[in-house]
């Protein structure tokens, strides 16, 4: 079967290949797991079900560090209500009044699906433990614009086993690279349509794998 790079070879200006939308999940290694988590809190000396009031507190710590955040960087964090509502529209419009220097851009609330755990005492073994649950708890989203990556998100929730969700588009870091290298570009949404130097940018592009695999 032919390519369409071959059949349309006369007209296409260069071929370069790079991420797009990186995604990389993340959170505490003894949390991680409702065997791990009974672990932590019976080496705590913790009671399986005083889990509730522990939890808490830790929700409240991420909530405050919310606000921390928003203020200390002047936002306003903006809960969603459950409305059918694109986030990238909003930032995008945001960007084009505040330019895309570095740092943070602006954080949204709102609740979501989430693992959680629940207290359970098994009559027949006699054990007491967490069992994996689910639920819908507060999530918070922190867009914010670094030197090489460029926009990016970090997802939060406020429930154990806080797992993060980082997020940022492998064309904006690509975007980044030429700028820093001063290779002329064309972008269009998320796609060049024209780079000076195709296999220098295909060289900015591949630089990227190895810190991926670390991390």
């Known amino acids: 079967m032919e390519l369409l790079t071959e059949r349309h070879r006369s007209k296409i200006a260069g071929i370069i290949s790079c991420f797009d939308r990186v995604i990389i999940q993340g959170t505490l290694a003894c949390f991680s797991y409702a065997e791990g988590m009974t672990k932590y809190l019976y080496s705590q000396k913790i ?10 507190a830790l929700r409240e710590e991420i ?15 903006e809960y969603l209500n459950g409305i059918q509502f694109r986030k990238e529209d909003c930032i995008r419009q945001i960007l084009e009044k505040r330019g895309s220097h570095p740092g943070f851009v602006h954080i949204f609330s709102t609740t979501e699906l989430c693992s959680a755990y629940r207290p359970w ?4 073994s006699g054990r007491t433990y967490l069992r994996p649950d689910s639920g819908k708890c507060l999530h918070y989203y922190f867009y914010f614009i670094d030197e090489e990556l460029e926009l990016c998100c970090i997802r939060v929730p406020i429930y154990c086993p806080f797992r993060l969700l980082f ?49």
């Open 47 to 56: 009671r399986v079900f005083e889990y509730k009031k522990f939890a808490e």
């Open 63 to 77: 909530k405050s560090s919310a606000v921390k955040i928003a203020q200390e960087n002047g936002l306003e964090i």
């Open 121 to 124: 005492h098994d009559k027949k």
């Open 167 to 215: 997020y940022f588009n492998g064309h904006n870091r690509l975007a980044a690279g030429l700028k820093k290298t001063g290779i002329n570009f064309t972008s269009i949404d998320n796609a060049f349509s024209h780079i000076d130097n195709f296999a220098q940018a295909q060289e900015i592009s591949d630089s990227f794998i190895p810190v991926l695999k670390n991390i």
